[in-house]
């Protein structure tokens, strides 16, 4: 049954693209030290008591289901890998639902999504990256991109943006933008961006200059 309801789940949020209006992420990153607690939460908007889900997307990889909460009165029910973990929690009360990871560790690192199912109707959240920090991650990188669809007309003008969140020197990473317009592969490289500071200190840059 988990496994089934996984694939819905991701069936759905990949064909269909339902990030829900109703719910509510509001974190779009967190960071944590090795070894601290992190609490990731939603919040959706309905008067009916729906089932919440917990989802995993670690960096480059498949979505994996962590938790169910059927309702706010039931214990969240973990599946597959998670089903024996000692460091996570979740609760869900009517409006809202955490998850909490505890003694943060590397492969904690990853985009949490939180998603309602009510009368077969599902929705996500814009999701939560967690980017744990340590000795170890000095060079990891993520890269944020908030998915906006709006129509366009010809000749219209329109910005998009990324975040770079990153641990190493300020300046030596490099940021590239690609464009592949339809039936083209792959994209080809429309502008790229990087700089080598000598300072080294823990950054987070916006790089908008696309347009």
């Known amino acids: 049954m988990p496994l089934l309801y996984c694939a819905i789940l991701v069936f759905f ?4 693209g339902l990030l829900g209006k109703n719910v509510v992420q509001s974190d779009a990153l967190v960071t944590a030290q090795l070894g601290e607690n992190v609490t990731l939460s939603c919040i959706y908007y309905l008067d009916e008591i ?3 889900s917990w989802i995993k997307q670690p960096f480059g990889q498949k979505p994996q289901l962590v938790a169910i909460i059927m309702s706010p009165t039931s214990d969240a029910m973990f599946v597959n890998q998670f089903k024996n973990s000692k460091r996570l929690s979740a609760k869900g009360t009517k409006g809202t639902s955490t998850l909490t990871v505890s003694q943060v ?7 949490y999504y939180c998603a309602i199912t009510l009368f077969n109707e599902i929705s996500f959240g814009n ?3 967690l980017m744990a920090m340590g000795s170890e991650s000095h060079s990891r990188a993520v890269v944020l991109q ?3 669809s709006e129509s366009m007309q010809p000749g219209d003008t329109v910005t998009l943006q990324c975040t770079v969140h990153t641990e190493t020197c300020a300046g030596e990473h490099s940021v590239y933008w690609f464009r592949q317009g339809s039936g083209e592969s792959p994209p080809g490289i ?3 961006h990087g700089t080598r500071g000598d300072e080294c200190q823990r950054s987070s840059g916006a790089v908008s200059p696309t347009q």
């Open 50 to 52: 729906p089932a919440v």
């Open 146 to 148: 908030q998915l906006e």
């Open 190 to 192: 429309i502008y790229t």
């Open 105 to 111: 560790e590397l492969s904690d690192s990853a985009t």
């Open 13 to 16: 949020s990949k064909v269909y």
């Open 127 to 129: 999701g939560t990256t």
